[in-house]
């Protein structure tokens, strides 16, 4: 399985509530990419401090490199992905990506 993490500084006049319809957008791609398993999304809860700026983020659950992949590429992603990335400090900048195998 692929984890796929997403850290992201979003802009201050992004409310909580474009935030979630961001994560709704992206979790609903669950219904058109195959093997896309599951979605979780959140603010930063860490006492450490060490967030850098980072304080929410979402991971999402592939079966597989290959069901990754095919989201990476899917239209809807794309254009869920550019709401999200027009709603961060920076644009892409306010974005980091962390895949993992588990």
């Known amino acids: 399985m692929i984890r796929h993490c997403v850290l992201v500084r979003f802009r201050p006049e992004v409310t909580q509530q474009d935030r979630a319809a961001i994560y709704a957008e ?7 990419v195959p093997g896309f ?3 979780s999304a959140g603010p930063n809860v860490s ?13 999402m ?13 899917h239209p809807d992603h794309k254009a869920a992905g ?21």
């Not at 992206?26 to 058109?32: A, D, G, I, K, N």
């Not at 659950?61 to 590429?73: M, S, V």
């Open 82 to 102: 550019a709401k999200l990335v027009a709603a961060l400090e920076g644009g892409r900048d306010g974005l980091i990506v962390f895949d993992m195998v588990v």
């Open 26 to 32: 992206l979790e609903s791609l669950r219904e058109v």
């Open 37 to 39: 398993l599951a979605m």
């Open 47 to 59: 006492p450490e401090g060490v967030h850098q700026g980072f304080v929410d983020g979402f991971t």
């Open 61 to 73: 659950d592939f079966t597989d490199e290959a069901a990754r992949d095919a989201y990476l590429i």
